[in-house]
Nanobody, 123 residues
Framework: QVQLVESGGGLVQAGGSLRLSCAAS????????MGWFRQPPGKEREFVAT????????YYADSVKNRFTISRDNTKNTVYLQMNILKPEDTAVYYC????WGTGTGAYEYAYWGQGTQVTVSS
């Protein structure tokens, strides 16, 4: 059974940093895309970043490019999202997801989801 467990969320001031972690278990993820999505209050879930586990290829939403970095640690089966220069508009519940097809930018491409972790950025 696939399990994705996010951690690392919290409250931070604008301009600060947080690192989210997603511990993945239940199968080998070498052929998976791993993604981060977020859902701001009252809005739809949106794509943040994705990484191809095998190649390390990454892709980012324009709104987080050059501020956020997605990475993975093969030895720990963990995916990270380093978030720098945080803005109040980054406030959202952040979700980790795993999927095996597509470009990794669409929520419909992911079969497995974590429970989410809250990130709140104060101004």
């Amino acid at each position: 059974q696939v399990q994705l467990v996010e951690s690392g969320g919290g409250l931070v001031q604008a301009g600060g940093s947080l690192r989210l972690s997603c511990a993945a278990s239940g199968r080998t993820f070498s052929s998976y895309n791993m993604g981060w999505f977020r859902q701001p209050p009252g809005k739809e879930r949106e794509f943040v970043a994705t990484i191809r586990w095998s190649s390390g290829r990454t892709y980012y939403a324009d709104s987080v490019k050059n501020r956020f970095t997605i990475s993975r640690d093969n030895t720990k089966n963990t995916v990270y999202l380093q978030m720098n220069i945080l803005k109040p508009e980054d406030t959202a519940v952040y979700y980790c997801a795993a999927g095996t097809w597509g470009t990794g930018t669409g929520a419909y491409e992911y079969a497995y989801w974590g429970q989410g972790t809250q990130v709140t950025v104060s101004s």
